[in-house]
DNA sequence: CATGAATGAGAGTTCATTCAT
DNA sequence: GATGAATGAACTCTCATTCAT
């Protein structure tokens, strides 16, 4: 008679949790050595099936990467946005709270690391480099540009330079994302990435406010 | 009478310049697609040469790499040194000398490619990530951490915290070289690098220089 | 009243039609493709089952390569054989007719690609040259070849190397089926077939026929 | 000491060699197996050399099947080309030659396997089909349409429909071709095939001469 | 009966490195 | 010194077949 325990299946079915399965192997992968570095068969790995497995939930490997950024990135991103709309408060409040979020929804995490990520090979998959621009980045830029269009016109902001104080406040993200994924882990001495940002924050915040009257 | 020591056939002066030649071509490849992505036969035929002859000057890829920081940043670094060593005046005049001369040797230089491809593939090659990170990361971070301190010592700059105040001044650098390796080439509304540079400048002295006596 | 036997619900009907729905699909995609490059995915999917079904009725992709030439071409090799066996007239008309006949059922036909498959893949598929060769290119020829007899036989053809004329006779179709199916759909002036059976059979019959005695 | 004898190198240099040593291999390959089913490291192996030495040759797999038909086929169809342009006799006789040259030179040879591997994948590789059809399949059939022209315009030949009758004389090849490389091998009673053409030739003549006057 | 998720052996192709010349 | 032919391991992607459900 046969005994029926012990006897593990070949393969479970899994089929609803799979791409879940799969996107945190890949995030993972991705973060950790880049796209060009990463190989397909260790993420089928990762997240336990082979390598032809992959393939039956995702075309290809740069389809796996827009899965990732498309489930892991443009979400937050969304929330930002609606987040942005509905506050009410004063603008720098905003700002500071947009940066604060960011940093706990994703610089923090690992998914920054994507962020990097294309940063790093936009150059060789151009492709990637153009979906990643127009579904992150250039949605983040207008994002920003957008707050602080907001602060001028409630007379909360000086009249600044929109599109130059919008890099000037994304830079802090860049750096806190590279530091973390590259020179960082290297690196004794580390960032505070909260300090830092308020560090920052209060150094931009002061050229936006306007001057204070003299008198107070 | 013609100095005999000059007159050389021309291979042979080629035999000295060979090195230049090819670090010359691995410079461009490296900056232009990356470290991995970079094929060595490329950079030999760009330097009109065979692979093999490659090898008689670098032992492997990475050697070349290396070859390449030697040369083409670290002596910019150890001049900064110098050129800050020396200085005189008011520590945020040297800060923003510091900045701009940055900008011109390095960042408006096809070299920053060199940093951000650091950044980017420091994780699957940690040799190259470690070699950069000492010959070049933490004497720059501590470049501007002497400056601070210098302007501090000399009650030019408020009493910061340092290590933090360094990595807001590093940020804009990262974001000038990220920019023009990976976005930038992307995106329309371009960023002018010497006034974002300005903006900045300006913002952080703001939070640096100690409040001015009401009346002046 | 309605019979109830014509009530089965639809899905049971099909069940019957499987093999049928299945074939067709087959010979389609076979036809298309060839029998290396046609995924059995794809005739699944085309004749609406999944790739498990395919299974349930077929042992694997050579067996029902098998049936459909079963199903689609050795049906019609017995009718000719018997039309053959029951023919009274002239052979020359029989064989006129015998390759007529081919044509508008064979020739023309989609099914013609199978025979073009077989001759382009037997080699990588020894089993299945083998079943074809049984199945249709022996029988097909006998039956050339019987014509021939017959005609010979019966004083309507000169003597003639038999083996050597039935060659001479299948050259023809072989011609218009590698034609249609390769590189007919290439070439821009195109073959008339039954034009060019038509040439082909008078000048066979010229070279079949005796001699006709000089005064008639 | 170490004995100098009996160290074989890890590889040899051939580099004019190779390429030929190559090609036969692949042209033995494709012939047996088509040309999907053929795998390169089989090729190189065959030509005693890894599967990355056939990419110093050969771009792909494509480049290396069109440079077996440069150098197999398309020299032949140049040479009978030029033979036909200076042929002086009778049109019949410059037929039968030509036929039986490509038989001694293309049909009995295993390059014919080339041709009918064509046939047979045209459908999976478009661009395959092409540069066969035309560096050889046009070529081949102007050079009969021309011989047919030649006779009629020199009245050697009655003045049939080129067309028709190119394909005509194109169908005993196709036959042979067909029948060596697939069928063939499987078949018992074979083929003679020079005695098939010159059976085939004769009909075919029958049908191209002007009738010969009543009385001779 | 029917499904379709899962497998895994390969296929073509690339490239850092070696080494006979 | 200089060459560049040769290697071979690595990588992405494919598909006939199996089998738990």
Known sequence: ????????????????????ELLAAAIDLFVERGFASTRLEDVARRAGVSKGTLYLYFENK?????????????????????????FDGHSADLLRKVLMDWWERIGANKVSG??????????NFPELAKFYQEEVISRGTRMFSSMLERGVTRGEFRDINITQMTQVLIAPMLMLVTWKHSVGPCE????????FLNTFLDMALHGLLPATPPAA
């Open 1 to 20: 008679m046969e005994c029926p325990i012990d006897t593990k299946p070949r393969w479970e079915r899994r089929k609803d949790a799979r791409p879940q």
């Open 62 to 86: 740069e389809e796996l990467f827009k899965a990732v950024v498309r489930t892991s990135i443009v979400p937050v991103v969304a929330e930002a946005e609606s987040s942005i709309a509905g």
């Open 114 to 123: 994507i962020g990097k990520l294309v940063m790093a090979e936009a150059g």
């Open 188 to 195: 004794r001495g580390d960032l505070e990435p909260q300090a």
